[in-house]
């Protein structure tokens, strides 16, 4: 979903919501830091999907206006110092043309072990299979698909080490109502589960961690600011379990965190690495922030 805050925002407000935001946030997990990124291009901004590799130096992330780009991170000292990214490319629908409004609302994004690009679409419900950003590949659409909020539909998109694609929308209707949860394998989409809703944060990213685990970033937006907080489930055959929330962080503590990415550093530690969408708005900004959950040292071999 893009958001576009209403109104001035005051040099005092703005200093009380980041003196606030200094509170550490609940949960398992610790924030390791955050990277401002900037670059003189007029199609960056607006990252809504994201995906790292296995050992957290590449990334690929997606624009909620269809455009799509690689690149390198640099760390020192265990905190992201720099980024080297690829030139920014439109991302194309099957006709080879960048897609415009809402059918270009890219939001999620999946990659699988043998590099296939998979993103979600939030405009005109749908996922797209790429082998490169040239062209889509349209995959079948889900019948519920069609009765899905234009602008809080399919924002968060996952792939198991089966290939097996998950997507949930950002909205799940009232607050008593869970988070439904749909799964494509050889035979197309299936009702596969619902995760259940608590407060007022929705859905808008989403991965599967080397713990095979089922990681869910959910944003809250109050008005003066942003939260995230983001939830793992342990997945199985039948649906989701053990529910933990890894942190909760408070008011600008972060911007607009809508894309994520989980892998598992050289000490055996799970890393959250997340990217904000900055909604083209000058106040706004695109950083990447992660946070590492210490409890998770070795890999669970029962689970899948």
Known sequence: MRIRPRGAVTSALLAGTLAFAAAASGGEAHH????????????????SGFDISEDGARFTAISD??????????????????????????????????????????????ISDDGRIFVSYEGYA?????ETPERAIPLPRHPDFSG??????????????????????EQSGDLATPFPVWRMDAEGWHDFAT???????????????????FYLLE?????FGFRSRVRRFELTETGFGAEETLFESPVWRHDNLEGIGVW???????????ISDD??????????????????????????
């Not at 390198?72 to 006709?95: Q, T």
């Not at 944003?219 to 008005?223: A, E, L, P, S, V």
């Open 264 to 274: 598992r550093d050289g000490a055996g530690q799970i890393v959250l690495t997340m």
């Open 65 to 110: 206006r269809s455009w799509f780009v690689t690149g390198e991170i640099r760390r020192e000292n265990g905190r992201i110092a720099a980024i080297d990214p690829s030139p920014i490319v439109p991302l194309k629908n099957a006709k080879g043309i960048q897609p415009k409004g809402a059918a270009g609302d890219s939001e999620g994004l999946a």
């Open 279 to 304: 909604n083209f708005f000058a106040i706004q900004r695109t950083e990447l922030v992660e946070y590492v959950v210490p409890e998770s040292l070795a890999p669970n071999p029962e689970r899948p």
């Open 195 to 213: 995760i259940p809703r608590r407060g007022t944060f929705l859905a808008v990213g989403a991965d599967i961690g080397p713990d095979g685990m």
């Open 219 to 223: 944003r809250g937006f109050t008005g």
């Open 126 to 130: 749908r996922v797209a299979e790429f």
């Open 32 to 47: 390791v830091g955050s990277y401002t990124w900037t670059r003189d291009d007029p199609a960056f901004g607006g990252f």
């Open 148 to 169: 899905l909020e234009i602008n809080a539909s399919l924002e968060a998109l996952a792939i198991d080490n089966e290939g097996r694609l998950y997507t949930l929308p």
